[in-house]
């Protein structure tokens, strides 16, 4: 399970960011995870509320924001969202598209105390 790794880093994060920023508690985490990140959300719940304990973002709320998957159409030369890395272009039905983003995880925001 890939998801508790993911949360020891966003654990390192946050407890380096309290050290530089001085604070004590975060309630709050708002993560952002592309369509295509192969990120199992219920598994990343859950090891985040086992990974964060003893840390200053025990008991925060996961807040998990979904990123489309994005595309440009080199039939149609547009920026497109898709829902799989093999559907064709949505607008034109093209199928030369270069997956452009989807695919990261990135902490948002955090509010802390």
Do not use: K, N, W, Y
Not at 1 to 6: D, V, Y
Not at 17 to 22: I, P
Not at 46 to 55: E, K, L, N
Not at 66 to 90: H, K, N, Q, S
Request: aromatic share 4%; charged share 30%.
């Amino acid at each position: 399970m890939h998801e508790m790794s993911l949360c020891e880093g966003i654990r390192q994060i946050v407890e380096d960011q309290a050290r530089a920023h001085g604070f004590a508690r975060v309630t709050r985490l708002r993560l952002e995870i592309g369509r295509f990140a192969g990120v199992e959300r219920p598994a990343l719940a859950f090891a985040f509320d086992v990974v964060m304990r003893g840390s200053p973002a025990e008991g925060a709320v996961l807040d998990m924001i979904d990123l489309p998957g994005r595309a440009m159409c080199f039939d149609c030369a547009t920026a497109v969202e898709i829902d799989d890395r093999l559907a064709p272009c949505p607008l034109c039905g093209g199928g030369r598209l270069l997956p452009e983003g989807g695919d990261e995880m990135r902490i948002r925001d955090m509010e802390v105390i």
